[in-house]
């Protein structure tokens, strides 16, 4: 008898777990079933909504662009479905319909709609146009500028038309010491970084004609007159940045090295020197760069390597170092023996390599490479 109850017990016991295990399986099928249909649902509503923006007589309804906007903002509110439109620059579309819907919205139906989501996705892009130029500048990246530009340009034209909500994008900016200059200033830079020099330089224009006092309007200014062969002017901006922002060390040894590049090394001297009083001097690059600048211009290669060297060991991953101390070695090279490979440019082609590992997407830098083997056949055989 007890046996029996025993074996009742057991089997009673393995139903139950069987039973469990048809319920999760239920409920993991369940859950998939969910998900897929989630998933067609929305690939149905962002396929929809795109072809009513296209059509000629629905994109004209405000409620076109609202729909729209709003299935591009449950994409975003999904990280399953973002994944989905991973190619897709999903705040880029959103801001534009967005935009679409403030221009059609002519009774203002939808403001407490439009303003608030223009403020949000001003935000984001502003954020991601950030991180595009920070990209830039570490890999030497024109399609990462290029990015940039645009990202901030949309921020931008996003925010003058925000209205009430406003305040929200400006909060939120002040959180990181930033305003609406700052991302003009900082679309003027992403547009110098991808050759676009005439919107760059209207950019810089204006907020000099505001006297913005920061420091790093006044270097890229001047590095834009540089670029075009103005060093006069370069000079005499970084002359202004001076006198607005005295003591300041990257204007100073920007200031010495322009004149390392104008034949005036009386005054680069004098800056140097004046540069050289400020204990935090010793560890700034700019400061070592403008030191090799002075000594290769007075012949002296071997201390100029050692200036133009610090930087780079300081940090032998940062592309804009690795290019310029390369550029020095190129630059050396006509020192060493003749009928050699001279040892500059190998290492010069070394580290070129390096940086282009780094910044596969850097075309300045494959063509630097490509250079440099045409001038010495030999570096292929390394």
Same mark, same amino acid.
């Given at each position: 008898?007890?046996?029996? $109850?025993?074996? /009742?017990?057991?089997?009673?016991?393995?139903?139950?777990? #069987?039973?469990?295990?048809?319920?999760?399986?239920?409920?993991?099928?369940s859950?998939?079933?969910?998900?897929?249909?989630?998933?067609? =649902?929305?690939?149905?509503?962002?396929?929809?909504?795109?072809?009513d923006?296209?059509?000629?007589l629905? +994109?004209?309804?405000?409620?076109?662009?609202?729909?729209?906007?709003?299935? #591009?903002?449950?994409?975003?509110?999904?990280?399953?479905?973002?994944?989905?439109?991973?190619?897709?620059?999903?705040?880029?579309?959103?801001? $534009?319909?967005?935009?679409?819907?403030?221009?059609?919205?002519?009774?203002?139906?939808?403001?407490?709609?439009?303003?608030?989501?223009?403020?949000?996705?001003?935000?984001?892009?502003?954020?991601?146009?950030?991180?595009?130029?920070?990209? @830039?500048? #570490?890999?030497?990246?024109?399609a990462?500028?290029?990015?940039?530009?645009?990202l901030?340009?949309? +921020?931008?034209?996003?925010?003058?038309?925000?209205?009430?909500?406003?305040?929200?994008?400006?909060?939120?900016?002040?959180?990181?010491?930033?305003?609406?200059?700052w991302?003009?200033?900082?679309?003027?830079?992403?547009?110098?970084?991808?050759?676009?020099?005439?919107?760059?330089?209207q950019?810089?224009?204006?907020?000099?004609e505001?006297?913005?006092?920061?420091?790093?309007?006044?270097? =890229?200014?001047?590095?834009?007159?540089?670029?075009?062969g103005?060093?006069?002017?370069?000079?005499?901006?970084?002359?202004?940045?001076?006198? !607005?922002?005295?003591?300041?060390?990257?204007?100073?040894? @920007?200031?010495?090295?322009?004149?390392?590049?104008?034949? $005036?090394?009386?005054?680069?001297?004098?800056?140097?020197?004046?540069?050289? !009083?400020?204990?935090?001097?010793?560890?700034?690059?700019?400061?070592?760069?403008?030191?090799?600048?002075?000594?290769?211009?007075?012949?002296?290669?071997?201390?100029?390597?050692?200036?133009?060297?610090?930087?780079?060991?300081?940090?032998?991953?940062?592309?804009?170092?690795?290019?310029?101390?390369?550029?020095?070695l190129?630059?050396s090279?006509?020192?060493?023996? /003749?009928?050699?490979?001279? @040892?500059t440019?190998?290492?010069?082609?070394?580290?070129?390599?390096?940086?282009?590992?780094?910044?596969?997407?850097?075309?300045?830098?494959?063509?630097?490479?490509?250079?440099?083997?045409?001038?010495?056949?030999?570096?292929?055989?390394?």
């Amino acid at each position: 008898m007890q046996s029996r $109850n025993s074996l /009742a017990g057991l089997a009673t016991h393995l139903i139950l777990i #069987l039973i469990g295990f048809v319920t999760v399986s239920v409920k993991a099928q369940s859950k998939e079933e969910l998900e897929n249909k989630k998933n067609s =649902e929305s690939d149905s509503l962002f396929a929809s909504s795109l072809r009513d923006c296209l059509n000629p007589l629905e +994109s004209r309804k405000p409620e076109t662009w609202l729909r729209r906007t709003r299935v #591009l903002s449950s994409i975003m509110d999904d990280p399953n479905l973002m994944a989905r439109h991973s190619q897709a620059d999903l705040p880029s579309e959103t801001a $534009n319909a967005l935009l679409m819907l403030k221009a059609l919205d002519a009774n203002q139906t939808y403001r407490h709609f439009t303003e608030p989501g223009l403020a949000g996705i001003c935000v984001d892009l502003g954020n991601s146009g950030i991180q595009a130029l920070e990209n @830039a500048r #570490l890999y030497d990246s024109e399609a990462d500028a290029e990015r940039s530009s645009r990202l901030l340009e949309k +921020s931008m034209e996003c925010y003058k038309l925000t209205g009430d909500a406003r305040n929200v994008v400006d909060k939120e900016w002040a959180k990181h010491s930033l305003d609406l200059d700052w991302f003009r200033f900082f679309s003027g830079v992403a547009f110098r970084k991808s050759g676009d020099k005439i919107r760059a330089s209207q950019i810089y224009a204006s907020l000099l004609e505001q006297e913005w006092p920061q420091h790093v309007l006044y270097l =890229e200014a001047s590095n834009l007159a540089d670029s075009i062969g103005l060093i006069p002017e370069s000079i005499e901006i970084l002359e202004k940045g001076i006198r !607005k922002l005295p003591g300041n060390i990257d204007l100073g040894c @920007a200031l010495a090295q322009q004149y390392v590049r104008a034949d $005036n090394m009386q005054q680069a001297v004098l800056w140097l020197k004046k540069i050289g !009083k400020n204990p935090q001097a010793a560890f700034h690059p700019e400061y070592a760069f403008a030191q090799a600048a002075c000594f290769e211009k007075q012949g002296d290669m071997r201390k100029a390597d050692f200036f133009c060297r610090i930087p780079y060991l300081a940090d032998s991953n940062e592309v804009s170092v690795i290019r310029r101390y390369a550029a020095f070695l190129v630059r050396s090279a006509g020192a060493e023996e /003749a009928g050699k490979l001279p @040892a500059t440019i190998k290492t010069a082609y070394r580290i070129l390599q390096h940086a282009h590992r780094l910044a596969p997407e850097n075309s300045a830098i494959v063509r630097e490479v490509d250079l440099l083997i045409r001038r010495f056949p030999e570096l292929e055989k390394l």
